[in-house]
Every structure is written in structure tokens, then in C-alpha cells.
Nanobody, 121 residues
């Protein structure tokens, strides 16, 4: 089994910063894509930032220049540094990883439980 555990959410004022961390653990052979999604009330879940195939990064347009994603492959972690936060960044943030478990040839998507980020005006 594979688990993703997020941390670092909270309440911050407009213009502030937060750092989200996600650690993957369990029976992991290899992690492929890994990144962050968010879901605001009444909206669909959307990609925020992610490492995709080949090691490149993909950012949602509204966070470019404000958010930075980083990854530590040795520790199976991914971090999202969020600066210049805006009220419209308020959402539940989810970590997602595409993982090949040990003993399997399949690659499965796993999600964390989510962490709330609230940005006050």
C-alpha cells in the first residue's frame, strides 16, 4: 500500500506565504509524476503544479511566478512553496503521485487527504 501525507496548510493573509509538503511512503518501487492539485468550493479540482514525465514541471497559469514546486526523489517528497498568496488561492490542496508499487508493473494514481489553505483579504 502507498500513502501520501500532506502538511503545511493554514490561514494566511493576502500577500503571505505558505509551504506545503507531501511525503509518499509504503511499498514503492518508483514514483513517476508527482504534484499538487487544489479544489475550491463549488469548483472542479485543478492542477496547480506538478513534475511530469521527463522531469519537467507544469504550472497552472495563475500561479506562475508565485508558486514553486520542488522534489526530493531520495525522500519521496514534493514541496510547494507558495508566495504572494491571494484570496482566490483558497482551496483544499491535494498531493497526487503516479506510483509503481513494488512487485507490480502497474502505475497507479494515489492522492493525499488534502490540506486546507485559506487566504484572507
Amino acid at each position: 500500500q502507498v500513502q501520501l501525507v500532506e502538511s503545511g496548510g493554514g490561514l494566511v493573509q493576502f500577500g503571505g506565504s505558505l509551504r506545503l509538503s507531501c511525503a509518499a511512503s509504503g511499498s514503492i518501487y518508483r514514483i513517476y509524476d508527482m504534484g499538487w492539485y487544489r479544489q475550491a468550493p463549488g469548483k472542479q479540482r485543478e492542477l496547480v503544479a506538478a513534475f511530469i514525465s521527463g522531469g519537467s514541471t507544469n504550472y497552472e497559469d495563475s500561479v506562475k511566478g508565485r508558486f514553486t514546486i520542488s522534489r526530493d526523489n531520495a525522500k519521496n517528497t514534493v514541496v510547494l512553496q507558495m508566495n504572494s498568496l491571494k484570496p482566490e488561492d483558497t482551496a483544499v490542496y491535494y498531493c497526487k503521485a503516479k506510483v509503481q508499487p513494488r512487485g507490480s508493473v502497474e502505475k497507479n494514481d494515489y492522492w493525499g487527504q488534502g490540506t486546507q489553505v485559506t487566504v484572507s483579504p
